[in-house]
C-alpha cells in the first residue's frame, strides 16, 4: 500500500510579536462586511475561534504540563465548537477559547475521536450568559457536490493570529492516507479520505474550517503534507458532521473491529485472476482478532461482506469499505465470501468492539517511569499471550526505576509478585511505595524474554 509521510499542524507553545504596519487594521468585535464578502462568509468569520489548551502529557518518568494552541469552528447555539482530536484531548486540563470579540471563554471537552482527527468542546455557557457575551454559529455545506479546482478558504488562528483566512482551491476532493502519529500517536485516516487543498494552513490552523465563498463549513482543518508547499489536507464535513453528533450525544465514537489489514487490489488482479473492480485484498490478519478466529489469511481476496460486493481497487476506495465494518453493530456476525486460489469459501466473524493500540498513559514519579496500559490491540499487534502489564514510554535518570536496569520498550508484567492488569492497581502500588519506601520487585519483559528488577529507595 501505497504511504505518505505527512504532519499535522502544531500547536504553538508561544506566540512571535506581531508588528503593526500601515493598512493593516485588527478590529475587535464582528466583521463588518466588505463588498464581495457575503453574509454567510460575515457571519462564518464570526464563528471561527481561538482555543489555548493546558494539558498533562507523560514522558520521561515524570507529569508533565504543555500548552498549545489551535483553531474550531461554533457550530451550534449552545455553544458546541468542533475542532481536532490533535488540539483538544482527554490529556487537556484547561481550555480556553477567544471569540470573535476577542473575549476569552472556559470550555470543556465533551468528546473525542482520534480515528477522525476531530473532538467537540463546550463553551462555559453559564459564563458566557453571566457575562452578557454574544456568538454566531456557523453552518454545513455538501463535502460530498465539491470538486478539484473550486475555490475554497481556510479560516483559523495560524500561529495564534486570530481570524485569518487563506485561499485555495480543492486540489483533490478524495485523497486517501492513514496515519499512526499525528494525533498523539493514535491511530487516523482509516474511516475517511481527505479533502486536498492548496490553501495555506499553517501551524496552530487545526481545527479551524475550510469553507466554500458563501461561508458554508465543508472540512475541518487538519494537517500538511511534510516538505511541500501549500499541500493541506481537511476532514469532509460530511464526515465531521457525523462524528460530532456521535460526540455530542455519547462522548465517543463506537465501532466493530474485525481484524483485517487491507491493500488496494490495483494491478495485482491478474495474480489472483480477478476481473477487474472485483473483491478486497487482505494484506494481513491481526493475530486472535475475530478475522483470524473465522480463518481469514493474508492474500485471501474478500468478494463480499454480508453479501454486498466490495471493490477495493484504489486506495480512495479503503476507507469506505473500512466505515462500512465498523458501523456494523458490536458482537454482530458477518458473513464473508472469500476467494482462496480456486476456492470460494463462506466464512463466518463475530466482530468486537474497535480499541486503539495506545492504552492509557500515567508517569510514576518517586519511581521515574511513565507508562502506557498494554491494549489488546498494541498485544495482538507484538503477539503478546494477553493485554496485561504496562509499556514503559520513558524512564527518569537517577530515579529507581533508571537505576534497576528497566528501559523504554519494557512491558512490566508484575510488581512485588502481582501480576498488573490495569492502571488502577499499579497506582495502589506507587501509593504504598510512597507511604513506605521498600525495595519492590519487578518482572518485566524485553524481547520476549523475562528479566527481574529492583526498584531501590
Known amino acids: 500500500m501505497k504511504s505518505v509521510t505527512v504532519r499535522h499542524s502544531p500547536l504553538p507553545s508561544i506566540i512571535l510579536p506581531v508588528v503593526l504596519a500601515a493598512g493593516f487594521l485588527f478590529a475587535a468585535g464582528p466583521v463588518a462586511a466588505a463588498a464581495g464578502v457575503s453574509r454567510g462568509f460575515t457571519r462564518l468569520l464570526d464563528a471561527v475561534v ?78 458566557v450568559k453571566a457575562r452578557k457575551l454574544s456568538f454566531t454559529h456557523a453552518d454545513f455545506g455538501d463535502s460530498d457536490a465539491l470538486y478539484p479546482g473550486q475555490t475554497v478558504y481556510a479560516v483559523g488562528t495560524p500561529h495564534g493570529l486570530t481570524r485569518t483566512v487563506t485561499r485555495g482551491i480543492i486540489s483533490n476532493n478524495r485523497r486517501y492516507f492513514e496515519d499512526s502519529r499525528a494525533v498523539r500517536g493514535y ?39 511534510m516538505g511541500a508547499d501549500n499541500l493541506g489536507f481537511a476532514i469532509p464535513s460530511a464526515v465531521a458532521q457525523r462524528v460530532a453528533e456521535g460526540l455530542v450525544k455519547n462522548g465517543s465514537i463506537t465501532r466493530s473491529y474485525l481484524g483485517i489489514r487491507p491493500r488496494e487490489l490495483q494491478d495485482l488482479e491478474r495474480f489472483y485472476s480477478l476481473a477487474a473492480n472485483t473483491g478486497l485484498l487482505v494484506d494481513s490478519v491481526d493475530p486472535g482478532s475475530p478475522a483470524a478466529r473465522a ?39 458477518v458473513k464473508l465470501g472469500v476467494k482462496r486460489g480456486a476456492q470460494t469459501l463462506s466464512l ?32 495482538r499487534e507484538n503477539q503478546l499471550t494477553d493485554d496485561s502489564g504496562v509499556l514503559v514510554i520513558g524512564v527518569q535518570p537517577g530515579y529507581p526505576a533508571a537505576q534497576s536496569g528497566i528501559a523504554r520498550g519494557d512491558i512490566i508484567t508484575k510488581v512485588g509478585g502481582e501480576t498488573i492488569r490495569d492502571l488502577a492497581r499499579l497506582k495502589e502500588l506507587h501509593a504504598a511505595y510512597e507511604a513506605k519506601p521498600e525495595p519492590v520487585l519487578v518482572e518485566a519483559q524485553r524481547n520476549r524474554r523475562i528479566a527481574l528488577y529492583v526498584f531501590k529507595p
Open 295 to 333: 480463518g481469514v489469511r493474508p492474500s485471501d481476496i474478500i468478494l463480499s461482506l454480508n453479501g454486498t460486493k466490495l471493490d477495493g481497487r484504489f486506495p480512495e476506495q479503503l476507507p469506505p469499505i473500512q466505515n462500512l465494518i465498523a458501523s456494523l453493530p458490536v458482537g454482530s456476525v
Open 348 to 379: 463466518n466473524a463475530t466482530t468486537e468492539k474497535l480499541e486503539s493500540r495506545v492504552g492509557e498513559e500515567w508517569a510514576f514519579e518517586k519511581w521515574g517511569l511513565s507508562v502506557r496500559k498494554v491494549s489488546r490491540a498494541y498485544a
Open 50 to 127: 481561538r482555543i489555548d489548551v493546558t494539558e498533562t502529557t507523560f514522558d520521561e518518568g515524570t507529569k508533565r504540563t504543555e500548552r498549545g494552541i489551535g483553531s474550531g469552528v461554533i457550530i451550534s447555539a449552545d455553544g458546541l465548537i468542533l475542532t481536532n482530536a490533535h488540539v483538544a484531548s482527554p490529556q487537556a486540563v484547561e481550555i480556553s477559547v477567544t471569540l470573535a470579540s476577542l473575549e476569552r471563554v472556559g470550555a470543556k471537552l465533551v468528546g473525542w475521536d482520534h480515528w477522525t482527527d476531530l473532538a467537540v468542546i463546550r463553551l462555559d455557557m453559564a459564563e
Open 187 to 225: 491511530e487516523t485516516g482509516s474511516f475517511n479520505t481527505w479533502l486536498q487543498t492548496d490553501a495555506a494552513i499553517n501551524p496552530g490552523n487545526s481545527g479551524g474550517p475550510l469553507v466554500t465563498e458563501d461561508g458554508k463549513v465543508v472540512g475541518i482543518n487538519s494537517r500538511t503534507y
